[in-house]
């Protein structure tokens, strides 16, 4: 019984280790000694590493680099197998762009400008960001506002109205909509319900601007 548990409690820790930060490299390979990667095949580690952190989630080459950079795997080798999973199509950065903005739009609802910021800080290319992004389009993010407005709407049907509208166009801040479009639809919203949505920006406090990270915010 404890042979087991103690199986069950390392695949556990194993799991959660490749499954956090963007630059987590998971559990250490076995082998490497104390004198860590380089005492072993260094393409060979490093094969192992990206392929174990590949198979729990899609990751882009940056995140795979300094995975290797911080379990000691010399530049040289990285340079190599990295080189080697990109031809194959194992490491695709455009793909992962393109499929990042469809689940994290559709499923947190937020927009390019938020989404831009995550691709950028998991070291994807401006190019390969802006090609995801041009397939959101407008009305795209027009619709997702008005949706996250529509859930919010009820829960804020007691307060007075610049403090409705502020909550509102903060729930779209946050989530990365620039001001005017979230004032729009917040406006909309309110006069379908009618509310008030006739008050202007000027009684308002400025629109807080949407943070770095979206999903650490809570958004």
Not at 121 to 137: F, M
Request: proline share 5%; net charge neutral; hydrophobic share 40%.
């Amino acid at each position: 019984m404890a042979g087991r548990r103690g199986v069950r409690e390392g695949g556990r820790r194993g799991s959660a280790e490749f499954g956090g930060s963007p630059g987590s490299g998971g559990t250490v390979v076995s082998g490497t000694g104390p004198g860590g990667a380089a005492e072993a095949d260094p393409e060979a580690v490093a094969r192992q590493i990206c392929l174990r952190m590949l198979t729990t989630a899609p990751r882009t080459r940056t995140q795979l680099a300094t995975a290797l950079r911080r379990r000691g795997v010399p530049e040289e080798a990285a340079a190599a197998v990295l080189a080697r999973f990109t031809e194959v199509s194992l490491i695709d950065d455009a793909m992962f762009a393109r499929a990042w903005v469809d689940s994290r739009h559709h499923g947190r609802g937020l927009a390019g400008r938020a989404l831009g910021a995550e691709l950028r800080q998991r070291g994807v290319a401006d190019d390969d960001i802006q090609a995801a992004l041009s397939e959101l389009g407008p009305e795209q993010e027009l619709a997702t506002a008005r949706e996250l407005v529509a859930r919010r709407l009820a829960a804020t049907a007691g307060l007075p109205g610049p403090a409705r509208i502020r909550r509102l166009t903060g729930v779209l801040a946050r989530k990365g909509y620039p001001a005017g479009l979230a004032y729009r639809v917040v406006r909309e919203a309110l006069e379908r319900a009618g509310g008030d949505g006739r008050v202007s920006f000027d009684d308002l406090e400025v629109l807080p601007e949407p943070d770095d990270d979206p999903e650490a915010a809570g958004a």
